[in-house]
């Protein structure tokens, strides 16, 4: 499995992990997975809905849109639970920095204050895990495009012995990425 390929998995683990934590146990994976195809669809492969969109911002919340309406029609029921995910949905933009933000505390103030008015929930628990999961996420990404991938480019002309060396850093890091997504100290109410 490539780099590329690893990233976009802890991507994944990311944002699924991010809607966990808003939602808790109204949670709903199925719908996360549907929201989560579309997105990695349009922002990794550039497979688009429309297509004809200046930018990626509007080509991705075009897409969500789409696939929003697509979800209700099959989930008649479960029409406000998808129509809440997709509202923080969009901060994904944000957290995987296709839209810039100010400041991840400013970033994830906003996600607070959506909740708080969506969910009618409010703890500071929440507001620590969030800023957590967003700047080990955005950590990740720097040392990727800094120092993992053009290792990985310069592995093509490493002696063999080398090449091992580096493969194992490059591994390692995405080992410990893809291990404080999954263990991250949970709320009680995921025990």
Not at 58 to 77: C, F, G, T, W, Y
Not at 101 to 110: F, G, P, Q, S, W
Not at 168 to 188: H, L, S
């Amino acid at each position: 499995m490539s780099v590329m390929d690893e990233y976009i998995k802890i991507v994944q683990d990311a944002i699924t992990k991010y809607l966990k934590l808003v939602f808790e146990r109204k949670f709903n994976k199925q719908i996360c997975d549907s929201y989560i195809k579309t997105y990695i669809d349009v922002r990794y492969y550039n497979v688009n809905e429309r297509g004809n969109h200046r930018t990626l911002r509007k080509e991705i919340l075009e897409s969500l849109k789409e696939k929003k309406k697509r979800l209700i029609v099959d989930n008649k029921s479960k029409q406000l639970l998808i129509e809440n995910m997709e509202m923080f949905f969009i901060y994904v933009l944000y957290i995987d920095k296709v839209t810039p933000y100010k400041t991840i505390d400013y970033l994830v103030k906003n996600i607070c204050r959506l909740r708080v008015k969506i969910l009618k929930k409010e703890d500071e628990k929440f507001r620590k895990l969030l800023k957590d999961l967003i700047e080990e996420l955005r950590e990740f990404k720097h040392d990727l495009k800094n120092y993992l991938l053009p290792l990985q480019e310069a592995m093509e002309t490493m002696p063999q012995s080398e090449m091992v060396k580096v493969w194992e850093k490059i591994n390692q890091k995405i080992e410990d990425v893809q291990k404080f997504i999954r263990e991250q100290k949970r709320p009680d109410y995921f025990l």
